[in-house]
């Protein structure tokens, strides 16, 4: 059989690349295709240094959500003008640990440096991956870098961080701004303000009390009356709530155009005619729950799925999809859960890759043909 394998990272646990590598053994019976996914969160640099492997990957010293310098990776391709960039491997969420969190006075600054060297590089078009970030400033702190300048109600300059822009009165633009033409790959939909914009969603995920959630709400108030009135750019719109607000950061700083991830990706890597060519297709990420379903990589792979008739695989660490029919709308013939194969989560999480590859071995034993029929 043609088997696709189009996971996407396991949050946390092993990235999409390492899935596919568990699955090697599967080569020996059948014709195997390999294409790490990402939806614009995770994993984006390893999905575009897979796809593209002339492509180089540079390291920048940078600051990250908290203000200490680590090296920042980026990627640029054979092109020398197309520069990739993670922002969770610039300020993420994951290399902090939790008494480190501090969302009032974390910064995207460490975006702009990264911009800026891959700018120096020759790099003028920019595919910026969003999520996975410890920072809720609205892309402030990566303007600054850039040398945008904020200033308070009283007339002073502003520092990094939400609680700064409480104050915001006055934005000014750089003198020489590099002239680049930027995407933001987008996993979510959320809005910049109100109940489902970026503070209230994913402030709490980023170690917000409910009290700072209110206070980077304000924060996130002004910058977008600032924006408006300075720069001209309404930036409480679709999906500038992704990545602390990055999103509305790169559409106000950069004139960036904000895409669903999945579909932008998946048009790069030629999932489509992958998913087309093959008879099975497996997918995967930590959780599978009811955000899977709104614009999330596998979700994207199974629609591709349906659309070709195609049983798909899902691999997942938990599933708290219980509706067996919405399942089956989007042709996923199994769901593996890792937690259940281990025993519990924990065990789960420790020896992903050893359940992964237990995993398919259940499946393509000798017993793949009765699965699908």
């Not at 008879?279 to 070709?308: M, N, R, S």
Request: contains cysteine; charged residues 20%; positive net charge.
């Amino acid at each position: 059989m043609k088997i696709l394998l189009a996971p996407n990272a396991f949050k946390g646990c092993l990235s999409a690349r390492e899935f596919c590598s568990r699955a090697s053994f599967l080569a020996s019976a059948h014709q195997i295709k390999c294409l790490p996914f990402s939806d614009g969160g995770d994993s984006v640099l390893e999905v575009f240094s897979s796809a593209f492997p002339s492509a180089k990957r540079h390291f920048v010293r940078a600051f990250n959500a908290v203000g200490k310098e680590h090296k920042a990776p980026y990627l640029i391709l054979e092109d020398g003008k197309t520069c990739i960039i993670e922002s969770a491997k610039v300020c993420g969420l994951g290399e902090l640990k939790k008494n480190e969190l501090n969302i009032l006075n974390a910064s995207s600054f460490g975006i702009g440096q990264v911009i800026k060297a891959a700018y120096k590089k020759g790099a003028r078009t920019f595919y910026i991956g969003l999520g996975g970030v410890a920072f809720n400033d609205g892309g402030a702190g990566m303007a600054m870098a850039l040398g945008y300048k904020f200033f308070g109600t009283e007339g002073n300059k502003l520092n990094k961080g939400a609680a700064e822009l409480r104050r915001l009165s006055l934005i000014k633009r750089p003198q020489n701004m590099p002239d680049i033409k930027a995407y933001g790959l987008c996993d979510v939909d959320n809005v910049l303000l109100g109940p489902y914009g970026s503070a209230y969603v994913y402030g709490p995920q980023k170690g917000a009390t409910p009290a700072q959630v209110r206070l980077v709400e304000e924060a996130m108030t002004a910058l977008h009356r600032a924006v408006k009135k300075y720069l001209g750019v309404n930036i409480n719109t679709k999906h500038c709530g992704a990545a602390g607000a990055l999103g509305a950061g790169i559409k106000g700083f950069l004139n960036a155009k904000l895409v669903s991830g999945a579909p932008f990706i998946a048009a790069k890597l030629g999932l489509s005619k992958a998913v087309k060519q093959a008879d099975i297709v497996i997918t995967g990420e930590g959780k599978l729950d009811g955000q899977t379903f709104y614009g999330k990589g596998p979700f994207y792979v199974c629609k591709l799925a349906a659309k070709y008739a195609k049983p798909v695989i899902i691999v997942c660490g938990v599933n708290e999809i219980k509706d067996k029919n919405l399942l089956k709308k989007y042709s996923v013939a199994k769901v593996m859960e890792l937690s259940a194969l281990a025993g519990g989560r924990e065990k789960a999480l420790k020896d992903a890759p050893f359940y992964i590859e237990k995993a398919l071995r259940g499946i393509f034993d000798g017993k793949a043909e009765a699965v699908f029929r």
